[in-house]
């Protein structure tokens, strides 16, 4: 497996969104939750200041254009309030308050604005990454995409093939519910593909609207911590089979890892109001393993130099400070310290999901990242499962 990868390109969400007013609404809203007394240490916690959203908070916690009675059953409540005594006056009042009640908002209108968002912002990071590589539209021979919070069919592959504009006989390969694991899997399938033949040109574009699990009802521990960690971005780079001038990273080896009986730790689900990122506790725990499993397979790939051998920089989506400590902690003995900087650095302004990785590597390209290092990426996902690469800085 030789494949070599051009710089990406990083569309973040122009809408900043502070901390503060997430913790500032969530409060307003939820004063009496059981985790109400300690919000702003947890807000703190995530280390994260400022997140770019592709719409803005208003967009999220604005109420639906539906009433909270619709009109199906204002019959129904009509005759209810009469058969307990109500004059019909007080009904007419009773059901004209119960009408100015703003409806949540429905899975539509809370969806359809980041699909409209993710399909330009794909757009947007696709001609980057093809400006950057030197190339055209006219150039790529398959198109590798990803966008997990934003569901449609078709999907983001056929959006772009349209905008772009891409050749017909394209091969489109979308891959939508990767999430996290998209920016990992997706290399690693391009890898595959060049391998069979060297002279095609890959294009990979992962466009996430993680700001669409923010829902403004939940009132649990778990959705405040979801509320607090995600961010939108859209990223996308050139994948070949030769090496290209542009080019800034060889990828050499990759590896996946899929742990069974966790599919229910962290998941997303369609409700009546939109989309929930459902997490469970037991969740760090079992990314750790897959981190495990991966120092296992380095170790093994370079059993012939153990003393020796060590990646220059880990570009790392766990997808949380807890992993990342436990991936420092568990690093082989020997292994320099600041491995992960560019993984912290990115984590600061939000979870990305699967974008996450991409942005990571824009950043060690951006701080000069020396030639001849080695470089190992790494990401987990929802499954569990995990896939990581190795290969050398160009």
Same mark, same amino acid.
């Given at each position: 497996?030789?494949?070599? =990868?051009?710089?990406?390109?990083?569309?973040?969400?122009?809408?900043?969104?502070?901390?503060?007013?997430?913790?500032?609404?969530?409060?307003?809203?939820?004063? /009496?939750?059981?985790?109400?007394?300690?919000?702003?240490?947890?807000?703190?916690?995530?280390?994260?200041?400022?997140?770019?959203?592709?719409?803005?908070?208003?967009?999220?916690?604005?109420?639906?254009?539906?009433?909270?009675?619709?009109?199906?059953?204002?019959?129904?409540?009509?005759?209810?309030?009469?058969?307990?005594?109500?004059?019909?006056?007080?009904?007419?009042? !009773?059901?004209?308050?119960?009408?100015?009640?703003?409806?949540?908002?429905?899975?539509?209108?809370?969806?359809?604005?980041?699909?409209?968002?993710?399909?330009?912002?794909?757009?947007?990071?696709?001609?980057?990454?093809?400006?950057?590589?030197?190339?055209?539209?006219?150039?790529?021979?398959?198109?590798?995409?990803?966008?997990?919070?934003?569901?449609?069919?078709?999907?983001?592959?056929?959006?772009?093939? /349209?905008?772009?504009?891409?050749? #017909?006989?394209?091969?489109?390969?979308?891959?939508?519910?990767?999430?996290?694991?998209?920016?990992?899997?997706?290399?690693?399938?391009?890898?595959?593909?060049?391998?069979?033949?060297?002279?095609?040109?890959?294009?990979? !574009?992962?466009?996430?609207?993680?700001?669409?699990?923010?829902?403004?009802?939940?009132?649990?521990?778990?959705?405040?911590?979801?509320?607090?960690?995600?961010?939108?971005?859209?990223?996308?780079?050139?994948?070949?089979?030769?090496?290209?001038?542009?080019?800034?990273?060889?990828?050499?080896?990759?590896?996946?890892?899929?742990?069974?009986?966790?599919?229910?730790?962290?998941?997303?689900?369609?409700?009546?109001?939109?989309?929930?990122?459902?997490?469970?506790?037991?969740?760090?725990?079992? !990314?750790?393993?897959?981190?495990?499993?991966?120092?296992?397979?380095?170790?093994?790939?370079?059993?012939?130099?153990?003393?020796?051998?060590?990646?220059?920089?880990? =570009?790392?989506?766990?997808?949380?400070?807890?992993?990342?400590?436990?991936?420092?902690?568990?690093?082989?003995?020997?292994?320099?310290?600041?491995? =992960?900087?560019?993984?912290?650095?990115?984590?600061?302004?939000? /979870?990305?999901?699967?974008?996450?990785?991409?942005?990571?590597?824009?950043?060690?390209?951006?701080?000069?990242?020396?030639?001849? #290092?080695?470089?190992?990426?790494?990401?987990?996902?929802?499954?569990?499962?995990?896939?990581?690469?190795?290969?050398?800085?160009?």
């Amino acid at each position: 497996m030789v494949a070599y =990868l051009c710089p990406p390109a990083v569309i973040h969400g122009k809408h900043a969104v502070r901390t503060s007013q997430i913790v500032d609404e969530v409060r307003g809203r939820h004063p /009496n939750a059981a985790w109400a007394p300690r919000i702003d240490g947890i807000a703190s916690s995530t280390g994260i200041e400022t997140r770019g959203w592709m719409l803005p908070l208003e967009a999220a916690i604005a109420p639906g254009g539906g009433s909270g009675l619709p009109a199906a059953g204002i019959g129904s409540a009509r005759e209810a309030l009469a058969g307990d005594g109500f004059t019909e006056q007080d009904v007419d009042r !009773v059901i004209a308050a119960l009408e100015a009640i703003p409806a949540p908002q429905t899975v539509q209108e809370r969806t359809a604005p980041a699909w409209s968002a993710v399909q330009s912002y794909g757009e947007r990071a696709a001609r980057g990454a093809l400006q950057i590589a030197g190339l055209d539209a006219a150039d790529v021979d398959c198109l590798i995409t990803s966008h997990s919070t934003t569901p449609a069919l078709p999907g983001l592959d056929v959006s772009l093939a /349209n905008r772009l504009p891409l050749r #017909s006989d394209v091969l489109l390969l979308p891959a939508t519910q990767w999430a996290c694991i998209a920016g990992t899997r997706s290399l690693a399938l391009a890898a595959d593909l060049v391998a069979a033949d060297p002279d095609r040109v890959v294009l990979v !574009v992962i466009a996430e609207a993680l700001s669409t699990t923010y829902q403004p009802a939940d009132d649990t521990l778990e959705s405040l911590i979801v509320r607090l960690l995600f961010a939108d971005t859209a990223v996308a780079a050139v994948v070949t089979g030769r090496p290209r001038p542009e080019s800034v990273l060889r990828l050499d080896a990759a590896w996946h890892h899929t742990l069974p009986g966790t599919q229910d730790l962290h998941r997303l689900e369609t409700r009546e109001d939109g989309t929930h990122f459902v997490m469970d506790r037991r969740g760090p725990r079992a !990314v750790q393993e897959t981190v495990t499993a991966m120092w296992d397979w380095l170790r093994l790939r370079y059993q012939d130099d153990p003393g020796s051998w060590h990646p220059d920089v880990l =570009l790392a989506h766990p997808g949380g400070t807890r992993v990342l400590e436990y991936m420092e902690q568990t690093m082989p003995d020997g292994w320099p310290a600041g491995l =992960l900087h560019h993984s912290r650095d990115s984590y600061t302004s939000g /979870n990305r999901g699967g974008a996450a990785v991409f942005d990571i590597m824009r950043r060690a390209y951006d701080a000069g990242q020396k030639a001849g #290092s080695r470089a190992v990426l790494y990401a987990a996902a929802p499954g569990l499962t995990a896939t990581a690469l190795e290969g050398e800085w160009l």
